[in-house]
């Protein structure tokens, strides 16, 4: 994270970095660069990146980078945000990633809806290319889920019949 941060920060991009207290105390981060925001916890982290972000882009890494990916991934299955996902695949590095997402929509573990929240580019260029054509398409089931404050205390109902 440091070093693209770093680059966009130089290549005159407004840079802001969201960390837990516990990280940012703990020196488990390098030098921080633009405006730094720190929060309490992972899961208010995964928050404000959803607040102050137009889109996201994964680059290869570790458990962490899976688990917000698919956290944001998650939430844009479930309607609550429509902003595009892309996965930054170099070198290959997401390719057993697709082939199972691949699969899973094959064996109706996930729609055709959700397999296709991702957008996949080898390059930078072909990234920003694919999410400036990024066009939201909603789950039809997820699409009809009111996430307003106003209305979270309202019953819904929703087809959860097995399809097998």
């Not at 130089?10 to 837990?20: A, D, E, F, R, Y």
């Not at 940012?24 to 921080?32: M, R, S």
């Not at 996201?56 to 962490?64: K, Q, S, T």
Request: contains cysteine; hydrophobic residues 45%; proline residues 4%.
């Amino acid at each position: 994270m440091g070093c693209v941060s770093t680059a966009a920060h130089v290549g005159g991009s407004q840079v802001l970095g969201i960390i837990p207290t516990a990280l940012a105390e703990g020196n488990f981060v390098g030098k921080i660069v633009g405006e730094e925001l720190r929060v309490p916890t992972m899961q208010d982290r995964i928050s404000k990146m959803l607040d102050n972000s137009d889109a996201f882009i994964a680059l290869p890494g570790g458990i962490g980078t899976l688990e917000e990916i698919f956290q944001i991934a998650s939430w844009a299955q479930l309607n609550i945000h429509h902003k595009p996902i892309g996965l930054l695949n170099v070198d290959g590095f997401f390719n057993t990633l697709l082939s199972f997402l691949d699969q899973a929509e094959e064996e109706n573990f996930i729609p055709h809806s959700a397999r296709h929240i991702f957008i996949f580019a080898s390059t930078a260029e072909e990234m920003v290319d694919k999410l400036e054509d990024f066009v939201y398409k909603p789950d039809p089931v997820a699409a009809q889920i009111d996430w307003s404050k106003e209305n979270s205390s309202k019953k819904r109902k929703m087809d959860l019949s097995l399809h097998l």
